[in-house]
């Protein structure tokens, strides 16, 4: 069964700081598609960044990069000197060949210090 | 370009009552979808169309109806409504399925049913 695991439920970080969001995934499909939104407090998914499954480098989006360990089934999102706008939930998720959906991880709540 | 227009933004209903989330897309995409969100529970497909005429169910699809007969437009049916269809409802759109397209989402419907 194909899975998104994001074990973070929350995370605060101070501003200017890097952070890491966590994103496991389980699939045994070869050929999938690996996507993070950004949901602030007034609730429209944003999409930031996406990584396909026989991309070699790793996606990059301005300050966002995607850390892709395909061996570990890990596709963590790095955010690089953050800013008070980065607090929101943050999803991470997959695609598959053929499939009709995308599966969502449970999200991760950032909140950003000044 | 509007992108993926849902409406209303906000709905209360009581319980037994029926209404019609509005889900409207002008990017030609083929592939519409109804995620619902809940709490703890990222966001779960309830009912999806590959193109005009043509739809099927999610994970989630019991109480809620739909149907395709333009391109641009998927509304979603909640037949008589319950208090577990409270949740904030998305619609997200696609050129097409697979890997490597990713989703435009609507900025969501927030229902409440008392």
């Known amino acids: 069964a194909q899975k998104i695991t994001q074990t973070q439920p929350g995370m605060f970080v101070q501003e200017k700081e890097a952070v890491t969001l966590d994103c496991t995934y389980d699939?045994?499909?070869?050929?999938?598609?690996l996507f993070w939104y950004k949901q602030p407090s007034s609730g429209e998914m944003i999409f930031l960044i996406y990584q396909g499954s026989y991309d070699e480098q790793n996606a990059t989006e301005g300050r966002y990069s995607l850390n892709f360990q395909k061996a570990r089934k890990s596709a963590n999102l790095v955010i690089s000197a953050s800013q008070l706008g980065d607090s929101a939930m943050y999803f991470c998720?997959?695609?598959?060949?053929?499939?009709?959906?995308?599966?969502f991880g449970q999200g991760t709540r950032l909140t950003i210090n000044p | 370009n509007a992108g993926v227009t849902q409406t209303p933004k906000f709905q209360v209903l009581k319980t037994g009552q029926s209404m019609t989330l509005q889900c409207a897309q002008d990017?030609?995409?083929?592939?519409m979808s109804w995620y619902r969100q809940d709490p703890g529970m990222g966001l779960r497909l309830i009912h999806y169309s590959v193109g005009a005429g043509i739809t099927d169910q999610g994970e989630v699809p019991n109480g809620y109806n739909v149907s395709r007969s333009t391109t641009e437009d998927f509304p979603l049916r909640l037949l008589s409504a319950a208090p577990s269809q409270t949740s904030v409802y998305f619609c997200?759109?696609?050129?097409?399925?697979?890997?490597?397209?990713?989703?435009?989402f609507g900025s969501g419907t927030r229902l409440t049913v008392v």
């Open positions: 998720a997959m695609s598959l060949r053929g499939a009709q959906k995308l599966v």
């Open positions: 997200a759109s696609s050129y097409s399925t697979g890997p490597t397209y990713g989703y435009t």
């Open positions: 990017m030609n995409h083929e592939y």
């Open positions: 699939t045994s499909d070869q050929s999938y598609g």
